[in-house]
């Protein structure tokens, strides 16, 4: 999402793509990822599928419950075959997704392809070889789910670029307001038990935020009270669950939520409390969408999703993960930040601006390494539109129409090809010249974080708004706190943090 919409863009790049069967595409996109471009020899795609049915478990069973967990599970095969382009089968297979074979793209090189919609075909694919039941959505195939080529992939583009920028002269004074609070508990929960769930505090201010600055509505003060959070957690894990380890015995983990659909009447009554909730609180945005010529039940369902499913668990997981990181880094990465935040605020008049903002390249990087090395959204899926040439750094891979293309990003945001030291979090890593080439590979936007959204793409509409949020998450923080300590936990969705101290500013 992005605070104030903008159109421009910045094509990605394709120069890891021959097409045989149409013209290349353009120099200036070839540019941007390699130069100059070669031709590299043709190797067939390793890997297999097993046998019908049994493979597409054996490879499930593996990814799930195997040694070294997801990433072992891609780090074994591109080891096995010597390439990080493969094919094997991607859960939840049987009897969840109907075709479970992938050609998968593990590197920085091959995974661009899946970005560009003229190669690759996205309907129904945000979830990857499932759907879930429309029932879900209020009965509506929702924008993460539609082909830019659809014709209400537009219409509903341009609203989201409106429900992000109408009110964006809220965002920095409704996130201060909300975090201030969220660091306000936490400071009560160290003093009464000695430790503070960042999770939970961060879930209930997320929720909180979002409404308030994009739609000028508290729901703690709706109907919703304070289960917002817990409503939309339990509707996500409904749609989620075939790719989800909740830590279950794994026979009943797998048959019950990899084998299996849960009901989405379950979650019904909770879902239409949240529907009841943007019908009312969103009538402003779902006037401009009957303007644009949409209907007001699809907008709502649609904005819903934008604000509950895309923000909010993006903000859930990438919160977490920023604090984790930082975390971990110690007290010396810590008083860097401090001390350009707080230059920073100070020649501003004491105010956090935009301008004040642009005067922190630190915390921007910070922001950009944690997007890098742990994206929020992990998995791309594309159908191959046509026979293609796919490249990786070494070789070619002939991929046929029909294909179903999946890329596992960390793979490709840990490129060692690309990214040196790339397991380690590097505060510095885009600062100046060299940082800023690098940000073409940080993709976890269903971009290159060089590129901007347009109608014509899929790429993240929030994709500026959701850096700005993270930055102003850590301004927040080291304006009030020189240091701070965690404990680091596993959670089904992105990581479970929770704060040990907070050392309070002391310059």
């Not at 000695?194 to 929720?207: E, P, S, V, W, Y």
């Not at 110690?330 to 707080?342: D, I, K, P, S, W």
């Amino acid at each position: 999402m992005a605070a104030a919409a903008s159109l421009s863009f910045t094509s990605p790049t394709l120069a890891c793509v021959r097409r045989p069967t149409r013209a290349a595409a353009s120099a200036t996109d070839r540019q941007e990822m390699v130069s100059p471009k070669r031709r590299l020899p043709l190797r067939k795609v390793p890997g297999d599928y097993g046998l019908p049915v049994m493979g597409a478990l054996r490879d499930r069973y593996e990814y799930f419950y195997g040694p070294g967990g997801r990433d072992g599970f891609f780090a074994a095969r591109v080891r096995a075959h010597r390439s990080t382009v493969v094919r094997f089968n991607m859960p939840p297979g049987p009897f969840v997704a109907r075709d479970p074979r992938v050609v998968a793209l593990l590197d920085a090189a091959s995974f661009p392809v899946l970005f560009d919609t003229s190669l690759v075909d996205k309907t129904d694919l945000f979830t990857g070889t499932f759907m879930p039941s429309t029932d879900l959505t209020g009965g509506y195939r929702v924008l993460s789910y539609l082909d830019p080529a659809e014709p209400n992939h537009a219409p509903l583009k341009t609203l989201l670029f409106y429900l992000l920028s109408h009110r964006r002269q809220h965002v920095i004074t409704t996130f201060r307001d909300v975090y201030g609070d969220l660091f306000g508990l936490m400071e009560n929960d160290l003093t009464r038990v000695g430790k503070a769930d960042f999770g939970q505090h961060n879930d209930d201010a997320a929720f909180g935020f979002l409404c308030q600055a994009l739609l000028g509505r508290d729901p703690a003060k709706s109907a919703l009270g304070r289960e917002g959070p817990k409503l939309i957690t339990k509707w996500v894990l409904f749609q989620l669950s075939p790719l989800l380890n909740l830590g279950l015995p794994t026979l009943v983990e797998d048959l019950l939520l990899h084998s299996i659909r849960l009901p989405p009447a379950l979650v019904k009554k909770d879902y239409d409390r949240l529907a009841d909730f943007f019908r009312d609180a969103a009538k402003t945005v779902v006037d401009e969408g009957e303007r644009l010529g949409i209907a007001r039940e699809e907008a709502v369902h649609n904005i819903l999703f934008a604000l509950c499913f895309n923000s909010f668990g993006g903000m859930k997981i990438l919160f977490p993960t920023l604090v984790k990181w930082l975390g971990r880094a110690g007290a010396r990465v810590h008083g860097r930040l401090a001390t350009e935040v707080r230059a920073a605020v100070r020649d501003n008049s004491d105010e956090v601006t935009m301008k004040a903002l642009a005067e922190m390249p630190l915390v921007k990087s910070a922001v950009y390494e944690a997007l890098r090395i742990e994206p929020p959204v992990a998995m791309q899926y594309g159908r191959a539109k046509h026979d293609m040439v796919v490249e990786s750094h070494d070789y070619g891979y002939e991929v046929r129409e029909g294909e179903m293309l999946f890329g596992y990003q960390p793979m490709a945001t840990k490129d060692a090809r690309v990214f040196t030291r790339p397991e380690e979090y590097l505060l510095d890593r885009f600062l100046g010249e060299d940082g800023a080439r690098l940000l073409r590979h940080v993709v976890w936007s269903n971009g290159p974080e060089t590129a901007a959204p347009t109608l014509h793409d899929k790429q993240c509409a929030g994709k500026d708004f959701v850096v700005l949020v993270a930055r102003l998450l850590l301004v927040e923080l080291f304006l009030r706190y020189d240091s701070f300590d965690i404990q680091v936990g596993n959670s089904a969705l992105g990581s479970s943090v929770t704060v040990t101290s907070l050392k309070k500013a002391t310059f």
